[in-house]
């Protein structure tokens, strides 16, 4: 996923490290996350991202920004990636890499788009495809402190194959019932699918979101058209738009 946040502090204070890669876990036929060891790693905030930085025997370089996957309390850090077809640093990190690795990484970076169980909720996350990373991270720190606040999460995929963290959501939501996870398949939907069959419209929203007098803690996440698109439906919904955080990425030669 390409971070492309705004309110980021300047990368430029941040050293390079290498990161070791100890475990690739399989997400969907196209998406792997990538879990990794940093020795100087520092901790990080649910949301932050990560700058990676690959570099070729004639010395080209490639960079790109990937949301940290992970919560702070894990000892690896984990990162998400789907592959982009024609990509630089996507096609390797997919197809390529593998457990003993290593590459530079930089970060983390970001501080705007966090969420830590001690800002409180109700908590709406809203996602669209890989943009489930960042949110993972916070739906991971949220169960990793035990701590139950009325959260809930609206992820739009392609089909259900494409479910990035599918299994670890459901059984979440079937753990805790202050957690309430939706799917919205928007091309192909499986026989006997009783879920949304449709990108995220309004009267999605007001369903699944908490409603402007909770005050809930809105993330939304994913391509530059959906954000934008979430972002202006909610505000029309009646929330305030400084209670709406948003990160979208899009075409990037990742």
């Not at 990080?44 to 010395?59: C, F, M, S, Y």
């Not at 990937?66 to 990509?87: C, F, K, Q």
Request: hydrophobic share 35%; net charge neutral.
């Amino acid at each position: 996923m390409r971070a492309i946040e705004t309110a980021a502090p300047s990368a430029r204070r941040l050293r390079w490290q290498q990161a070791h890669v100890v475990e690739i876990v399989v997400e969907t036929f196209r998406v792997k996350s990538l879990l990794t060891r940093v020795a100087s790693w520092q901790g990080h905030l649910p949301g932050q991202h990560i700058d990676v930085r690959l570099t070729a025997e004639d010395g080209y370089q490639a960079q790109r920004s990937y949301s940290i996957a992970s919560p702070p309390e894990d000892e690896l850090v984990a990162l998400t990636v789907e592959r982009v077809e024609n990509g630089e640093v996507s096609p390797y990190l997919v197809g390529e890499l593998r457990a003993g690795d290593q590459f530079e990484v930089r970060g983390p970076i970001g501080g705007y788009f966090v969420w830590t169980v001690d800002a409180g909720g109700p908590l709406c996350l809203i996602a669209g495809g890989s943009g489930i990373a960042p949110l993972m991270a916070m739906l991971r720190h949220r169960n990793g402190r035990k701590v139950h606040i009325p959260t809930s999460l609206l992820y739009s995929s392609r089909s259900l194959d494409d479910v990035i963290y599918r299994n670890e959501l459901d059984t979440m939501a079937r753990c805790d019932p202050n957690l309430r996870v939706t799917y919205t398949l928007t091309r192909i939907q499986p026989d006997g699918w009783l879920g949304p069959r449709r990108r995220i419209d309004k009267a999605l929203l007001a369903d699944v979101c908490y409603s402007p007098d909770q005050k809930p803690k809105i993330f939304v996440c994913g391509p530059t058209s959906l954000v934008e698109e979430v972002a202006r439906m909610l505000v029309e919904l009646g929330h305030e738009p400084q209670t709406v955080k948003t990160e979208r990425f899009g075409p990037t030669g990742a």
